[in-house]
């Protein structure tokens, strides 16, 4: 099996940073130790703290853009965390007192200033345990420092008031406003495809396609695969053609093609907001793919457990299929399923 359908193209993303006006949001990927950091194109940001180790500890930041945003943070566990017996690096520290007690999701700090007066007394740290002994559950803080100092970088908050990492005298002002998202982007009716329509498309572009399948190494076979076909409008119509399968997923290749048999199919490949190793990442496989009322859909598990991936969504506007959606987290560290940040969002998400 190709690795891309089961271990996504590794995104320990070198992208772009916004510029310090926040004018354009360009979705920002970066890992630093065991912290991941995401920012979208409204300027929102999360950072996550995990190692790979069991029982563990996840901490979970989220900050959006503007100068009025405050940061949430919460702490992650499979089982009730005792804020008392907390430790940092093996000692007790009087921030422990700002969790507030619960099961699985714990919330840290009841504003702004006590969510920073938290960080503050963890980020030169190693590691926070939730008890002693080397069976407590941890979470690592290695590279929390530069998470943060990034999104202060991100999101203009350099040292202003509101900074998480590097604070100053500056006030909140000066931070720059949160981009507008985009709005969403309504499907074009499309008269529906007939079954016979259907395959008849599908057996024509398996034809036209099959030098392109030979050189992917598609490996399922045309007699077996679960192919499909979906009216993009009167005149276009898009053809999935099952390429590699798992135990948990599969992916498959899209063309468009004309409805009336003419002319040669062409291959869909959709570029994403952000960078790989100064590249421009572009889904060409799509996994778990759905196309249905002019939505496309595309999640790929990186395991079968969910707790890493990517998911996008996409809208035909009648001539281009326009991005809605976009999530990612590459490390696979045992979180709760399905739940990776957001790199692209329309308004309402």
């Known amino acids: 099996m190709k690795p891309r359908l089961a271990l996504f193209p590794s995104v320990a993303l070198l992208t772009l940073a916004l510029p310090l006006a926040c004018a354009a949001a360009t979705p920002v990927y970066r890992t630093f130790g065991d912290w991941v950091v995401a920012c979208d194109n409204g ?8 190692q790979d180790a069991y029982p563990q500890l996840v901490l979970r930041l989220v900050l959006e853009g503007g100068p009025t945003a405050e940061p949430v943070l919460t702490l992650e566990s499979d089982a009730p965390v005792d804020p008392r017996g907390l430790r940092l690096d093996g000692g007790r520290f009087a921030a422990a007192a700002l969790v507030r ?25 190693a590691h926070l345990q939730a008890g002693a002994g080397e ?67 599908i057996a024509r572009v398996r034809l036209q396609a099959a030098p392109e399948v030979a050189r992917e190494d598609c490996f399922v076979d045309a007699a077996e695969a679960f192919d499909a076909a979906g009216a993009l409008d009167g005149d276009e119509a898009l053809v999935m053609l099952e390429c590699w399968r798992g135990a948990y997923q599969s992916s498959s290749l899209l063309f468009r093609t004309r409805r009336d048999g003419s002319g040669k199919a062409v291959r869909l490949r959709l570029p994403l907001p952000v960078q790989v190793e100064g590249e421009r990442r572009v889904v060409d ?31 035909y506007d009648g001539r281009d299929f326009r991005l809605q959606r976009f999530h990612l987290l590459d490390r696979c560290r045992g979180g709760a399923p399905g739940e990776w940040p957001a790199l692209w969002r329309s308004r309402g998400d």
């Open 101 to 125: 007690p619960g099961e699985g999701v714990q919330s840290i700090g009841r504003d702004g200033a006590q969510v920073r007066a938290f960080l503050d007394a963890i980020r030169n740290g």
């Open 285 to 315: 496989a799509f996994t778990n793919v759905d196309f249905s009322a002019g939505h496309l859909s595309h999640m790929a598990k990186g395991r079968g457990i969910a707790d890493c991936g990517e998911s996008a969504s996409w809208t």
């Open 43 to 50: 300027a929102r940001c999360e950072a996550i703290g995990m």
């Open 135 to 201: 069976d407590a559950p941890t979470a690592s803080l290695s590279g929390l420092s530069a998470a943060l100092l990034l999104i202060d970088e991100t999101q203009g908050r350099l040292d202003t008031v509101t900074a998480l990492r590097r604070r100053g005298p500056l006030p909140a002002a000066r931070v720059p406003a949160a981009p507008v998202l985009p709005a969403p982007v309504p499907p074009v009716p499309a008269p529906s495809l007939g079954e016979d329509e259907a395959q008849a498309l």
